[in-house]
């Protein structure tokens, strides 16, 4: 591991901040285990568990496509593999369809596929923390600012929040991290930031943050604002990440190294507005389902009888 004294890195930060450069990449971490979701997620990727007819992912890739992102990094572990097969050409499958006249399913199929060479795949080889597999993603990003989604976090919204956090980008060049409200006893379950003295939150333009920490006890938390799990960072992040002390849960947490890297440069909060599903747990889950399926031309109708037979 390269190691740089902390003077050293804030030199080279200071110098490697001045140009803002387009954000191409996005990285998305889907190493996980998934253990919520056993026995589903044994032998599928739990960020493969569909939400209607979409697997988990597409909604963070669509979301990251939509932004405008070129290149596709995926930090997969093991038996994530289905995965990779998922955002590749389906050579049989398509002539199958072709043969069968199916045009609108050739045309479902070609929505989502990733152009020749715009994907990586890397694997996080122990489940060290958020902050560590975000570290693996470091060679392939390379020197030049990424996008960050969290796939379980799938959002809805008239604006996606990561296109929304590229407007301020655009005009800052700054960090940005997305932040909603939460119920006060939820903020133990996430990152929390502190916006800047006066800050109006609900700017579009962003707004400044003052700190952040990561999964703190009720009592600590310095808002109720968290972190969405939708980033736009520069790349000094992975110089903090190699060095980055472990921290809540034990992990090395991104939350901490972004709190180092808020030392150097500017760090702005976008607050999203929309709605955001946690398919990480199965209650977010299955309230995803339900939304997206009421969304669904085809669907709406019938999710809105069924719900109201159920609930009598
Ligand atoms: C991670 C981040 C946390 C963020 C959350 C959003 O936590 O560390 O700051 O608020 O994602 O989902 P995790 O869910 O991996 O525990």
Redesign the pocket.
Known sequence: MRKLKFADQLENLMTKQDTPRKVRKAVFPVA?LGTRFLPASKAVPKEMLTVVDKPVIQYAVSEARAAGIEHFIFVTGRNKHVIEDHFDLAPELQSTLEERGKQAMLDVLAENQPAAGATSFTRQQAPL??GHAVWCAREIVGDEPFALL?P??VMKAATPCLAGMMDVYDKTGANIVAVEECAPEDVS????IAPGEGADTDASGGFPIATMV??PAIADAPSNL????RYILQPEIFDLLENQEKG??GGI???DSMLRLMEIQDFSGFTFRGETF?C?SREGFLAANVAFALDDPDLAESTRTMLRKKLG
Do not use: C, P, V, W
């Open positions: 996980g923390g958020l969290l379980d976090m379950s996430y990152g929390i990561e999964k968290f972190i969405n799990g809540a849960g947490q991104l939350t946690d990480g």
